[in-house]
């Protein structure tokens, strides 16, 4: 079973030509309202892949809330330990230009009440942990606290990167996930090389696995000094948005049904890919049987 310990969302999307610089106003034509907040977008992503999925997050007590849960509730996502709290339910602004690259503001709203004793009684021998960086650093160190005490796997995506802490929740992960902006930041507070090779290669050690994602380019990671180095297939972009939440959850669902990492990375790889080919960072998450074609077509070097 997968728990994700994490942000749930709604995105107000907005297209536009180009992306603004800092201090400009570019203008679209409409905008679409999706739920979304990257602990929903993996809990969507991994039940989608097969996986049995429970949330531990908050909503507000607002009309955003029904929304924001829509999509997991239909797809069967646990959410008994969703909770409605006395705070906004967090929002993302998202504007995306046509070749589908994004910039992404968020209020956190209840997300900043998450708590990790929610998480009680929910871990169990073998279960994974799924964790992202839009919950309180206290509250993720305390939920990879739990879940180290019951012999779970954890699985950090640390998007944003925490502003405090950083050494001491790696060393509770097994399985590192960024993208080279989040690994050059890490690299930089750490001490570590920045290069995505050497990143991969110096925090993939011993059993732990470091993925650093590509963009269209893949991926590469590293366990124990064996590299794993895979080119995302050509698609036709739409929008990005949900593409590394796609990729989390897929991968967490293959390891958490015992897949060889190299199995589980290529339909990761073929879940964020398949998400760029749709708008809507939960509305573009592909089942596993779309995943399980197009990740024939993943290259391994």
């Not at 046509?98 to 990790?116: D, F, K, L």
């Amino acid at each position: 079973m997968i728990v994700v310990f994490g942000s749930i969302n709604l995105d107000l999307v907005i297209c536009v030509p180009r992306l603004p610089r800092s201090g400009e106003t570019v203008s679209g034509p409409d905008h679409q309202a999706f739920p979304g907040g990257k602990g929903a977008n993996q809990a969507l992503a991994a039940r989608r892949a097969g996986a049995d999925v429970a949330i531990v997050g908050a909503v507000g007590r607002d009309a955003f809330a029904d929304l924001a849960l829509e999509n997991l509730r239909g797809a069967g996502v646990r959410l008994d330990q969703v909770r409605r709290i006395d705070r906004a339910t967090g929002l993302a602004m998202i504007g995306v230009d046509p070749a589908g690259e994004n910039q992404i503001m968020v209020a956190a709203g209840a997300n900043a009440q998450v708590r990790s004793s929610w998480l009680e009684g929910m871990l169990a021998t073998g279960d994974t942990l799924l964790v992202q960086g839009e919950i309180s650093t206290a509250e993720i160190r305390g939920a990879m606290a739990r879940a180290r005490q019951v012999g779970a796997r954890t699985v950090f995506n640390p998007a944003p990167v925490p502003a405090e802490d950083l050494g001491d929740l790696l060393g509770h992960t097994d399985v590192l996930v960024v993208n080279e902006a989040e690994a050059e930041e890490i690299a930089r507070r750490l001490e570590a090389p920045a290069d995505r090779e050497g990143f991969a290669a110096h925090f993939g050690s011993g059993t732990r696995v470091a993925v650093v994602t590509l963009g269209s380019a893949g991926i590469v990671a590293y366990r124990a000094g064996e590299r794993f180095r895979m080119h995302a297939p050509e698609a036709d972009i739409l929008d990005t948005t949900g593409a590394g939440d796609a990729f989390c959850g897929a991968l967490a669902a293959g390891l958490d049904r015992g897949a060889r990492l190299e199995d589980a990375l290529r339909c990761a790889v073929a879940a964020g890919t398949l998400a760029c080919t749709a708008t809507g960072a939960q509305s573009s998450v592909p089942g596993d049987g779309e995943i399980a074609q197009f990740a024939l077509r993943v290259v391994r070097e």
